[in-house]
């Protein structure tokens, strides 16, 4: 199951083992209550494990000893990637707020992780591209999680990709709920 790809292995969830719902799923919180699944219990979810995960690479970040970056700029590095982008483009790509974005960037360039140049078309734009020591720590931060990942099992890979699915899903509804 391992190489299946997440839209056959979510395919094949859809066809035979698919488990049947009330019109009003449930889950059990952490005090015993019923509590019944909602968008925004959904959404809360989403935002809890996102903190845990910022828990995640603030770990990773002390393991490398490297203590002049936060857990939030890291992501915002990995938005970049490997590309050159506008600020527009890395606030619409990562749906940031502009503040944030503005101060954390400037972080980001002082501590020499993101060079930040003026558009040679239109001077008043910046672009934005990663260091090499930015791409060192996001190729380092990436190693720690592909290591996790090869410790997975296959049930365990098949379901992720699943979620992937679903929740991908869930942000296009949402999406497409705004329109």
């Known amino acids: ?7 056959g292995a979510a395919e094949e969830m859809a066809g035979a083992q698919r488990p ?11 005090s015993g209550t019923q509590v019944p699944v909602t968008h ?19 770990v990773e970040l002390t393991r490398l000893g490297t203590d002049d970056i936060s ?18 483009d890395l606030l619409e790509r990562g749906h940031y707020l502009g503040s944030n974005a503005s101060y954390n960037l400037k972080q980001l360039v002082d501590a020499n992780y993101v060079h930040r140049s003026a558009s040679l078309r239109d001077r008043r734009s910046a672009r934005l591209r990663l260091t090499a020591k930015a791409q060192s720590l996001c190729d380092a931060i990436r190693g720690m999680h592909d290591n996790h990942q090869s410790g997975r099992d296959d049930q365990e890979a098949y379901e992720l990709g699943i979620a992937f699915s679903v929740l991908r899903r869930l942000e296009m ?7």
Do not use: C
């Open 173 to 179: 509804l949402w999406t497409g709920s705004l329109r």
């Open 40 to 58: 925004l219990e959904i959404a809360r979810l989403i935002e809890r494990a996102h903190r845990r995960f910022l828990d995640l690479l603030r």
């Open 20 to 30: 049947t719902y009330s019109a009003v799923s449930t889950f059990i919180d952490s």
């Open 71 to 88: 857990p939030s700029q890291v992501m915002l590095l990995f938005t970049i990637g490997q590309d050159e982008l506008s600020v527009r």
């Open 1 to 7: 199951m391992a190489g299946k790809d997440v839209k």
